[in-house]
T-cell receptor
Framework: DAKTTQPPSMDCAEGRAANLPCNHS???????VYWYRQIHSQGPQYIIH???NNETNEMASLIITEDRKSSTLILPHATLRDTAVYYC???????????FGTGTRLTIIP | DSGVTQTPKHLITATGQRVTLRCSPR?????VYWYQQSLDQGLQFLIQ???????AKGNILERFSAQQFPDLHSELNLSSLELGDSALYFC??????????????FGQGTRLTVV
């Protein structure tokens, strides 16, 4: 699986959009980009995933660049409950393991 | 609620002992993954099972073993426990058909404390 690079930490004001970047320059053609978050010591929570098109669901939007070498997770209106560690993962389909890196610790500031 | 159930939630045991952690995947999910997270550390992939067979292996110690049963629940067995095995152990499940990029859903974990 391709390696990902994320900033170790970010702050965002409550109510604003939180934009979390991820670099995955070695991504291969059949690999998807997944985003998870972990709040304190809870189980990681799935957020969204995509292959090459931008994706949106009730939690977030995922923007993938045309060359697929980077992506951005957007939380449109951040709340204090969005404070968590966010993980960007690149993985092939067909059930291969999800390898978690160190993620980005996002802090939402009141 | 992710639909993945892990038991027990907490476990305290002594060094040298053996424990079994249990995971019930979401209904219909065929794949089960096990992860270890030590204090303030990242999630380390241990092992994956798909429909009863081992599919991928990570940094799992020889003292650890796992299996997935015909009803698709899984157990992680940890033996000859050491203080350093104290950690959160997470199970995840996904549907995972060939070519399917289905997401994995995680349980709330078992917190193991070895004293």
């Amino acid at each position: 699986d391709a390696k990902t690079t994320q900033p170790p930490s970010m702050d965002c004001a409550e109510g604003r959009a939180a934009n979390l970047p991820c670099n995955h320059s070695t991504i291969s053609g059949n690999e998807y980009v997944y985003w998870y978050r972990q709040i304190h010591s809870q189980g990681p929570q799935y957020i969204i995933h995509g292959l090459k098109n931008n994706e949106t669901n009730e939690m977030a939007s995922l923007i993938i660049t045309e060359d697929r070498k980077s992506s951005t997770l957007i939380l449109p209106h951040a709340t204090l409950r969005d404070t968590a560690v966010y993980y960007c993962i690149v993985s092939s389909p067909w059930g291969k393991k999800l390898t978690f890196g160190t993620g980005t610790r996002l802090t939402i500031i009141p | 609620d992710s639909g993945v159930t892990q038991t027990p939630k907490h476990l305290i045991t002594a060094t040298g002992q053996r424990v079994t952690l249990r995971c019930s995947p979401r209904s219909g999910d065929l794949s089960v993954y096990w992860y270890q997270q030590s204090l303030d550390q990242g999630l380390q992939f241990l092992i994956q099972y798909y429909n009863g067979e081992e599919r991928a292996k990570g940094n799992i110690l020889e003292r650890f073993s796992a299996q997935q049963f015909p009803d698709l629940h899984s157990e992680l067995n940890l033996s000859s426990l050491e203080l350093g095995d104290s950690a959160l152990y997470f199970c995840a499940s996904s549907l995972t058909r060939q070519g399917d990029a289905s997401e994995a859903f995680f349980g709330q974990g078992t917190r193991l404390t070895v004293v």
